[in-house]
């Protein structure tokens, strides 16, 4: 990408040196923060599940509900962007995920329900408000290292989640330990504020809002015609919904499976969730080198595939027998392998993606993306409700990630050229 030349509105695209520093940490903290609350079920399920009478593997139903509630933001979060301006809208999204996070300590379903689906609300604000921050605010030559570093909020939410969640329950409680969290989030809110006079300069006050805005079908038609229309970006999304369904899997019932199968302690359990994304935090800029040496991410990407499926496999067959090193070297192997390939999957799918079309392509992506989010836990939790044990819903999500292989296989059948 360029700099902006003159003629760009004032505040709509920056990248002076002195101005970026503070729209970054700002998107890093909040990235992280919705992350963090966006972890609260995954890390609390084996307390939080029982204490309203559920099964620890409706887990996966919160997960797929979060999910889906974010797909609901990023498709309808546009026309507030525009008028109300970006930091607002991650602000906005703060305040929903804080608000559900404290519904989520009221010992009641329909608490629960609400809270969860309200936290997914806030990761949708992000994803683009997020990105048009950085956009306009970046210095061109450091662009690329600018949107990593705020993609590295989301492993860092879940390592804040994984440390902290699990031995807050413990120590001082459920209700007090999600309060804590509900806190962290709210300070969050706050702490961005002086940004958002200077942030939200450009945004159009004078644009009127209307339910045709939010409601129009083209929202959700057009991103998926576009990637539809093209037959090596059609496989390339089908690819990410499958290694995508595999990486919600370990993300939703990591710790449960832990805890319940395995015999760990809560705690353990979220160091080692912990762990993992903390080697994702790791794997993901890694894997985009590697790639960018390599100059083919399409085989990094089978690489990907080939990891998350056997390590997953491996998971699978794990007993309390199994030595504690072997259990966590799956899961930095899996931090590698399962949580690292999101980049490099999308920088094919815009490598792919006609320019005139690249934003529509990329919103297309995303979706399929969240989609696989919303079906692989709660296909998960159906696989043990039936009484499968966790083990054999491990064996068949690493069928699923495995089944990547035959769309990647076939890319380069129709791909464009390198450019």
């Not at 006609?354 to 696989?383: D, W």
Request: proline share 7%; charged share 10%.
């Amino acid at each position: 990408m360029t700099a902006a030349g003159p003629k760009d509105p004032p505040g709509l695209q920056t990248g002076r040196d002195e101005d970026w520093l503070g729209p970054l940490l700002a998107m890093l903290a909040v990235q992280t923060a919705v992350s963090f609350l966006s972890r609260i079920a995954p890390t609390l399920a084996p307390s939080l599940a029982p204490r309203i009478g559920w099964p620890v593997e409706s887990v996966g139903y919160l997960s797929s509900m979060i999910t889906g509630a974010s797909v609901v933001a990023l498709l309808l979060g546009m026309p507030l962007l525009r008028r109300l301006g970006s930091m607002r809208n991650l602000q906005i999204g703060l305040a929903l995920g804080v608000l559900g996070a404290l519904l989520s300590a009221v010992p009641e379903a329909i608490a629960l329900v609400v809270g969860t689906l309200l936290i997914g609300l806030s990761i949708g604000p992000p994803s683009s408000a997020g990105m048009d921050v950085l956009q306009r605010f970046a210095p061109p030559r450091h662009r690329n290292l600018m949107f990593s570093v705020k993609q590295a909020g989301v492993p860092l939410g879940g390592v804040i989640a994984g440390l902290l969640m699990p031995w807050a329950s413990q120590t001082l409680g459920i209700g007090l330990a999600v309060a804590i969290a509900a806190a962290l989030g709210a300070l969050t809110l706050f702490a961005v504020q002086p940004l958002r006079a200077r942030v939200d300069a450009a945004r159009e006050t004078t644009l009127r809002l209307n339910w045709r805005m939010f409601l129009s079908p083209n929202n959700l038609r057009q991103p998926l015609a576009v990637l539809v229309a093209m037959p090596a970006l059609r496989r390339m999304g089908l690819a990410g919904g499958c290694l995508g369904a595999g990486q919600s899997a370990w993300f939703a019932f990591l710790v449960t499976y832990l805890v319940v199968e395995l015999q760990w302690t809560l705690t353990a359990a979220g160091a080692l969730f912990a762990l993992m994304q903390l080697v994702s935090a790791l794997g993901r800029p890694l894997a985009g080198f590697i790639s960018d040496r390599l100059g083919d991410g399409l085989r990094v990407l089978r690489w990907a595939v080939i990891g998350s499926g056997l390590t997953t496999l491996a998971l699978a067959f794990c007993t309390p027998a199994w030595p504690t090193w072997s259990v966590v070297a799956l899961a930095v192997l899996a931090g590698l392998t399962v949580a690292s390939w999101n980049g490099v999957q999308f920088a094919e799918v815009a490598r792919l993606a006609p320019p005139e079309t690249l934003n529509e392509t990329m919103t297309g992506a995303t979706l399929l993306l969240l989609l696989a989010y919303v079906v692989g836990p709660s296909i998960f939790s159906l696989v043990v409700a039936a009484g499968a044990s966790f083990g054999a819903a491990f064996g068949f999500t690493a069928l699923v990630t495995f089944s990547a292989l035959w769309p990647l296989s076939r890319v380069k059948d129709d791909a464009l050229p390198r450019g």
